[in-house]
């Protein structure tokens, strides 16, 4: 990466938003000083998943820390959309919003197994670098020599450097949020008093 200003793209459902997605993206601004700050992205109901919280509480949730956060913001983007948006479109309307900006994306590198098959994926990776955060046991340099459309476009995928791995899924923190125990700890406090007052999950 050169001296260009740039946003890194952090998408998800944040259902509920964890303690792991704040430290990722600390870290990568840590990591990167050309990254001028991680633009948090959630998704919208429409993504087909269950037990998808509604818009606005997932917005509300990550709004409380994203605040305090100078280096961290949100966008409604997807939230707003009138339907799915493919994360081309979620990327080229971003660079709309930010002109000045380069725009990275991240990614799980579970989900850069997929990306090949993703809506307009030449074009997604032609036009943005990809930011990979290793999970669990993968190895990203395995994940690309093992695909035809990885290798040829190895050089639009960057490692996230020393990334911390956490198996700690909202899954996870949801399940304990449903057998009455505690969440502190996993999530930022401010998340874990909005849960509370609106008794959600």
Not at 65 to 70: A, L, Q, R, S
Request: no cysteine; net charge negative; aromatic share 10%.
């Amino acid at each position: 990466m050169n001296d260009i200003k740039r946003i890194v793209v952090f998408g998800g459902a944040f259902n509920p938003p964890l303690n792991s997605h704040f430290s990722l993206a600390e870290q990568i601004v840590n990591e990167y000083e050309e990254v001028d700050k991680v633009l948090f992205v959630p998704v919208n109901n429409y993504y087909n998943k269950p037990g998808l919280l509604g818009n606005e509480h997932r917005y509300n949730m990550l709004k409380l820390v994203i605040d305090k956060n100078p280096n961290f913001e949100i966008s409604r983007v997807e939230l707003d959309s009138s339907r799915p948006l493919f994360t081309i479109e979620t990327m080229e309307l971003l660079s709309k919003e930010y002109p000045d900006y380069d725009m990275l994306f991240t990614i799980g590198s579970d989900n850069l197994k997929e990306i090949h098959t993703w809506e307009k994926a030449e074009e997604l990776v032609t036009k943005y670098k990809i930011l990979v955060l290793e999970r669990d046991e993968d190895n990203m340099d395995e994940i690309i020599t093992s695909n035809d459309f990885l290798i040829k476009h190895k050089d639009s995928f960057i490692k996230v450097k020393n990334n911390v791995r956490s198996n700690l899924s909202s899954t996870f923190v949801r399940n304990k949020i449903n057998e009455g125990k505690s969440i502190r700890y996993l999530t930022p406090d401010e998340v874990v008093f909005y849960i509370e007052e609106n008794n959600l999950y």
